[in-house]
């Protein structure tokens, strides 16, 4: 297959279909998203200044800073990252990332439960671990990831006096 062709490969979300996750590092921790989510990667370069939303064919995302809400160490931030673009049927943000893996194609039972050393906030942070690299990527929870976007939409909406449709 052509690497053009494997570009235009997207993972339709069937119950038959396995599990794919884009494989990432952040502030040196491994966090994967569902590659269904991801739109696209781009270089810091590509997207300018770290707080710039970028638009991409005309769609802005906004930037969410995930070093910021995960507590990470952020000196990786000015040099070489990339920035992943997610999309839900909700919202689009991008995600500034130190580096990204590749896709990974699990199984169901790959997907590990957390532990219950993760008692508090994190339980909505993570959807459960998968093995990685001898160590363990944690999945994103994509709501939690899109949640302060999709409660700025219902917030000025609302004062709008606009009926919000985000839950």
């Known amino acids: 297959m052509s690497p053009s062709a494997k570009r235009e490969e997207r993972v339709s979300p069937t ?8 494989i990432t590092t952040i502030g040196g921790r491994y966090l ?11 270089t810091n370069e590509e997207v300018g200044l ?5 638009v991409v064919q005309g769609i802005p995302y906004r930037a969410i800073d995930l070093v910021e809400r995960l507590h990470l160490p952020c000196e990786w931030l000015l040099g ?31 997907v590990l ?7 508090g906030p994190e339980r909505r ?3 459960g671990m998968i093995l990685f690299d001898r160590s ?15 409660e ?16």
């Open 15 to 22: 119950s038959t279909s396995q599990p794919h996750f884009l």
């Open 32 to 42: 994967a998203f569902e590659a269904e989510l991801v739109q696209g990667v781009l």
């Open 50 to 54: 770290p707080r710039h939303d970028p």
């Open 80 to 110: 070489k990252a990339s920035v992943v673009l997610l999309a839900d049927e909700r919202s689009r943000g991008c995600v500034r990332v130190q580096k990204v893996h590749g896709i990974l194609e699990t199984h169901g039972a790959q």
């Open 113 to 119: 439960s957390l532990p219950v050393q993760f008692r």
């Open 125 to 127: 942070w993570y959807r």
């Open 136 to 150: 363990v990527a944690l999945v994103l929870n994509t709501a939690w990831v899109f949640e302060e976007q999709v």
């Open 152 to 167: 700025g939409v219902e917030s000025s909406t609302m004062s709008k006096g606009i009926s919000s449709i985000a839950a």
